[in-house]
């Protein structure tokens, strides 16, 4: 009898210790992007930058170039590029540059923008108060549009001795042809309905 109660423990323990895993499982999956995220801004992985209301407008007696770089993908038929191929930052201080992007087709095209920052150790530091990315833009033919970008450059830079060598951030955005995108676009010129405004 003893025995029996062993084995059934056992196999009750088994179970439960499955189901466990199992949850613990279905719970990485549902945070894993959220978690990653989180990483990222806190560490600046991957060049991730950060996110911010408003820049703290304290100079940290530092200047920096930051560069700016533009990439579409040829499924895409827009010319997209910065107004400004650079400009000198004072770390601290908030400044406001724009991507320009004109539809080359003769038909509606949505497209949405990633970003990524180099070098990627910069990411942490490199701090955008309003930008584009990840917000479908659809232009109408030959529409062109200003995308403005908001920007600060963390003064904690100063401090960061990984950073020392850094005399120049590159902020890259690439834009692809949004998912779906055909058909919406058709439905929206079949129905004469306007592309919405463009976020900032």
Same mark, same amino acid.
Do not use: H
């Given at each position: $009898?003893?025995? !029996?109660?062993?084995?059934? !423990?056992?196999?009750?323990?088994?179970?439960?210790?499955?189901?466990?895993?199992?949850?613990? $499982?279905?719970?990485?999956?549902?945070?894993?992007?959220?978690?990653?995220?989180? /990483? @990222?801004?806190?560490?600046? /992985?991957?060049?991730?930058?950060?996110?911010?209301?408003?820049?703290?407008?304290?100079?940290?007696? !530092?200047? $920096?170039?930051? %560069?700016?770089?533009?990439?579409?993908?040829?499924?895409?038929?827009?010319?997209?590029?910065?107004? &400004? #191929?650079?400009?000198?930052?004072?770390?601290?201080? %908030?400044?406001?540059?724009?991507?320009?992007?004109?539809?080359?087709? #003769?038909?509606? *095209?949505?497209? =949405?923008?990633?970003?990524?920052?180099?070098?990627?150790?910069?990411? &942490?530091? /490199?701090?955008? =108060?309003? @930008? /584009? @990315? +990840?917000?479908?833009?659809?232009?109408?033919?030959?529409?062109? &549009?200003? $995308?403005?970008?908001?920007?600060?450059? #963390?003064?904690?830079?100063?401090?960061?001795?990984?950073? %020392?060598?850094?005399? *120049? =951030?590159?902020?890259?955005?690439?834009? +692809?042809?949004?998912?779906?995108?055909?058909?919406?676009?058709?439905? !929206?010129?079949? #129905?004469?309905?306007?592309?919405?405004?463009?976020?900032?």
């Amino acid at each position: $009898m003893a025995a !029996r109660g062993s084995l059934a !423990r056992g196999k009750r323990n088994t179970v439960l210790g499955v189901l466990a895993i199992l949850s613990g $499982m279905t719970l990485l999956v549902v945070y894993a992007v959220p978690l990653y995220d989180l /990483f @990222c801004r806190a560490t600046g /992985f991957g060049g991730t930058t950060q996110r911010a209301a408003a820049a703290p407008e304290a100079a940290g007696g !530092r200047t $920096m170039t930051v %560069r700016f770089v533009a990439n579409t993908n040829p499924n895409l038929p827009w010319r997209f590029q910065p107004e &400004v #191929d650079s400009v000198r930052v004072a770390v601290g201080k %908030r400044r406001l540059i724009a991507y320009s992007a004109r539809n080359l087709d #003769d038909s509606e *095209t949505t497209g =949405i923008a990633t970003f990524n920052v180099t070098p990627a150790k910069a990411g &942490v530091y /490199f701090t955008k =108060i309003a @930008c /584009f @990315c +990840f917000d479908e833009q659809t232009l109408k033919p030959g529409q062109t &549009v200003s $995308m403005p970008v908001s920007f600060f450059i #963390d003064p904690a830079i100063a401090k960061d001795r990984n950073l %020392r060598d850094v005399e *120049t =951030i590159t902020l890259s955005y690439t834009f +692809f042809r949004a998912a779906g995108s055909d058909a919406k676009d058709l439905a !929206r010129a079949g #129905d004469g309905t306007t592309p919405r405004a463009i976020r900032n």
